[in-house]
C-alpha cells in the first residue's frame, strides 16, 4: 500500500509538471500566428476561443509527457538504489513495472476517451472563421510605425491613424507593393487607398502606375466546411497519441531499467519513445 501510494504520487507529481510545461510550449507555438487577430476580437470571443485552445494543447500536453516523467521515476528508483531495497522486501521490479503501468493507463485511457471531443479539427474551422469575421480588424489593432505581415502574403505598414483612416501607408498584397498617402478600412473589409503608387510583377516584368484610389479587398466569406473525415482523422490522431504509451510501456520500462546509466540518458531514452509516439500517431492518421 506504502508503495504504491508513493509510486504514483511521485509518478503524477512529475508528469503533471512536465504536462503543464508541454502545454505552455505548444499553446505559444498556436498563439503566435494569430496573436494580433486576438486583439481584435470581441473579449467574449478572445475568452471562449483561448479556453478551447488551451483545452486542446493541454491534451497533447499530457500525452507528450508520459514517457519523460516515467523515464525520471524509473531512473530515481534506479540511481536511488530503491531497487535493491524493494527487493529486500521481496518486491520484484516487475511489481514496480504493474504499478507504474497501472498509473500510466489512468491517463491515457482517459486522454483516449476524451480526445474525440477535444478536436483539432474544430479548433481549425473555428480559427478560419474567425479570420473571415474579424481578420481585417487586425488593422485596427497595429501600433504605428509597426510592420504586420499574414500568413497570406499580406503586409501592412502606416506612420498615423485616426479612427479607421490611415496616414503614409505602405501595403503588400501578392507580388504587389503600393504606397499611398493614406487609407481607409471599411466594415466589409475592404481597404481603399488614396493616392497611390502601385508597384507589381507580372509575366516577369515590374509594373509601376500611379492612381488616385486604388482598393484592396482583405476579406470574404468562408466556404470551409467542417469534414467528418478530418474530424475521424485527428481524433485518430490524439487517441493514438495516447494508446501508444499504454501498450509500450513495459518494453520501455525495461529499457530505463537497464540501459539509462544517467539521468541525461534516461530522458534521451524518453526523446526517442516520444519520436515514435507521435510517428506512430501520424501514421494512423495517415493511413485512414
Known sequence: MLLRRYLISR???TYFFLAL???????????????????????????????MLLSYTLLLGTALALFPAAADLIHTLKEGRKFHILYTFGISEKRVLKLLWLAVAVVALSGALVAPIINYQKISYITKYIKARFGTE???????????????????????????????????????IATARGAKLFPNGVLKLKNVSLFGREGGYTSWMESRYYTVALGGASSYTL???????NALFAVALFLFPLLV????????FGRAETKF????????????????ALLVKALL
Do not use: C, D
Request: net charge positive.
Open 138 to 176: 487586425v488593422l485596427l489593432t497595429i501600433p504605428p510605425r509597426t510592420f504586420f505581415t499574414s500568413g497570406e502574403g499580406f503586409a501592412f505598414y502606416y506612420t498615423s491613424r485616426g479612427g479607421n483612416s490611415f496616414q503614409k501607408v505602405v501595403v503588400k498584397f501578392g507580388e504587389n
Open 21 to 51: 510545461m508541454f502545454t505552455a510550449v505548444i499553446a505559444v507555438a498556436q498563439l503566435f500566428p494569430i496573436f494580433h487577430l486576438l486583439f481584435a476580437l470581441p473579449l467574449w470571443h478572445t475568452l471562449a476561443y483561448g479556453t
Open 249 to 256: 510501456f513495459p518494453l520501455f520500462f525495461y529499457t530505463i
Open 265 to 280: 540518458s534516461a530522458h534521451l531514452w524518453a526523446l526517442l519513445f516520444l519520436i515514435l509516439q507521435f510517428g506512430v
Open 227 to 233: 469534414s467528418g473525415k478530418k474530424l475521424l482523422k
Open 11 to 13: 509518478f503524477y507529481r
